[in-house]
């Protein structure tokens, strides 16, 4: 009988773990967040970021532009401890606010950033949120480019284009942050023979269409990922 009794103790317990399991879940899905990690003064304050997307009509589209200046972040424990979720529980962190934070595998960061893709107030240097994707002697981020104000013809061609990545590199932990596009590999990796070497051969890239990074690139930025990567391997 005692057996009996205990076993059906595991029976109820092993149910109402289940049953918090799902209830978070749930709380996940209803909340649309995901689990993430903010750094902030050298801590690691555990948490959830909200999702944000854009529509047309009633199409659903990825922005990644809109976490570049701003993520709204709710604490762990607030999350999972509290049975209703209210929107004044999120706070707002902006780039000067932060470091960085991590959601799965993705890590960014808070870097300064010009954006000279075109004329306009975006080239004055202000501070992003960007993924960094190869950290190293020179590093490489992902940029995205906000769509405008205003669109003709609706949005999800501009919504679409702006989901594209661009790619940055930073040469050093005090550089500037540039188009890869706009990299000058004699003139700034000069320093590294091997590297311009290979460059001046024309050995990088020989498989065109390779894909380098996690994104498809055309071959001229593929060639200058190759270099970056050889750089940072070779390098001092």
């Known amino acids: 009988m005692k057996k009996v009794f205990l076993n059906l103790i595991l029976v109820c317990l092993s149910v109402s773990i289940f049953a918090q399991s799902k209830s978070l879940e749930q709380k996940i899905k209803d909340e649309d967040v995901q689990e993430c990690v903010l750094y902030k003064g050298g801590e690691e304050i555990q948490g959830y970021i909200k999702k944000m997307v854009v529509y047309d009509y009633e199409t659903i589209f990825p922005a990644p532009w809109l976490y570049q200046k701003q993520i709204r972040f ?10 209703k979720i209210k929107g004044k529980m999120y706070v707002s ?3 000067k606010d932060c470091d960085g934070y991590k959601c799965d595998s993705k890590e960014y960061v808070s870097v300064k950033y010009s954006d000279m893709s075109a004329v306009g107030m975006s080239m004055i240097p202000k501070k992003i949120f960007m993924q960094k994707v190869l950290d190293g002697k020179v590093s490489i981020f992902y940029h995205y480019q906000e ?4 669109m003709t013809g609706g949005a999800a061609p501009y919504y679409i284009e702006c989901g594209k990545e661009e790619i940055v590199y930073q040469i ?3 550089g500037k942050l540039k188009l890869l596009n706009n990299l000058n590999i004699d003139k700034e990796m000069a320093d590294c023979p091997y590297v311009i070497d290979k460059w001046s051969k024309g050995e990088y890239n020989k498989v065109a269409g390779k894909k380098v990074l996690s994104v498809i690139l055309n ?3 593929n060639k200058k990922v190759e270099a970056i990567l050889d750089y940072n391997s070779n390098c001092k």
Not at 75 to 83: A, N, R
């Open 93 to 95: 962190y902006e780039p």
């Open 219 to 221: 071959d001229n930025l």
């Open 172 to 174: 050093g932990e005090n």
């Open 147 to 150: 769509p405008p104000v205003v």
């Open 74 to 83: 709710i604490p762990k424990d607030v999350f999972e401890k509290t049975e």
